[in-house]
């Protein structure tokens, strides 16, 4: 079992940054793949980006990539979310959420909520303009 915590949600402007962070308790999170989903309201949860277990991949959804960063820390078993250059389009709760599987060269899986098997409770953001 995986718990997941969500931290450093808020209210910024457009323009501004911030750092979510995702705290997870088990020993076996370093082999957890780990992703970051949000849903705005009236809308379906969406992808946000991925960090494969060792951290050297990391794949972004089109409407964040060169604005968002994932890392993590597997020494602390957490992950981050830097965002930067935040919209008003961005206002919505995040998710954490930790794979046990491995998806290989299928890496369209990880884009999937289903895919994964542990999800946090979100933390709220929002950007306003």
């Known amino acids: 079992q995986v718990q997941l915590v969500e931290s450093g949600g808020g209210l910024v402007q457009a323009g501004g940054s911030l750092r979510l962070s995702c705290a997870a308790s088990?020993?076996?999170?370093?082999?957890?793949?780990m992703g970051w989903f949000r849903q705005a309201p009236a809308k379906e949860r969406e992808f946000v980006a991925a960090?494969?277990?060792?951290?050297?991949?990391?794949y972004y959804a089109g409407s964040v990539k060169g604005r968002f960063t994932i890392s993590r820390d597997n020494a602390k078993n957490t992950v981050y979310l830097q965002m930067n250059s935040l919209k008003p389009e961005d206002t919505a709760g995040y998710y954490c959420?930790?794979?046990?599987?491995?998806?290989?060269?299928?890496?369209?899986?990880?884009?999937?909520?289903?895919?994964?098997?542990?999800w946090g409770q979100g933390t709220q953001v929002t950007v306003s303009s």
């Open positions: 959420a930790a794979s046990s599987r491995d998806a290989g060269l299928l890496v369209g899986r990880l884009f999937v909520r289903d895919w994964y098997d542990y």
């Open positions: 088990g020993r076996t999170f370093r082999s957890y793949t």
């Open positions: 960090i494969t277990w060792s951290g050297g991949n990391t």
